[in-house]
């Protein structure tokens, strides 16, 4: 679906399209990320046990074979709340947003894109918690 859906917008725009992607469940290459902070530049929350299911999708082999793709966004994990960089491609897993499912408090918030049309490859990011406002 990722690859016929990118090549399509290629062909519509004439060129690849960056783009940012948001999943529930994160890939199992943000494992990588999380065990390998001084290369990936992770920074902050990562208390919680990754629940990715170490199933290779190859979904991140696609997304680097394509190109297009310049951050992958994800919520599973509550307790959570880092970014970091793996292959080119930023990666980014958020805690909670609401008061249902359970969390840590001060993690509770949502991500902030800023997009720049200029430069659509750079994808800035950053998170604002309930507890700051």
């Not at 290629?10 to 999943?23: R, T």
């Not at 990320?33 to 990715?52: A, F, H, L, R, Y």
Request: charged letters at 20%; hydrophobic letters at 35%.
């Amino acid at each position: 679906w990722y690859w016929k859906g990118s090549e399509e917008l290629e062909a519509h725009c004439g060129e690849k399209v960056s783009a940012l992607m948001l999943m529930h469940i994160a890939p199992w290459e943000f494992q990588y990320v999380v065990d390998n902070p001084e290369q990936t530049g992770c920074k902050g929350s990562t208390v919680e046990q990754m629940n990715i299911g170490y199933l290779n999708s190859g979904l991140f082999a696609t997304v680097l074979q394509r190109g297009d793709v310049k951050c992958i966004a994800c919520g599973h994990s509550h307790e959570d709340c880092f970014e970091g960089e793996y292959a080119g491609v930023k990666m980014c897993l958020d805690a909670c947003a609401g008061y249902s499912p359970y969390g840590i408090d001060a993690l509770r918030g949502g991500r902030v894109f800023v997009l720049n049309e200029a430069h659509p490859e750079k994808i800035e990011t950053h998170m604002v918690h309930y507890s700051e406002l």
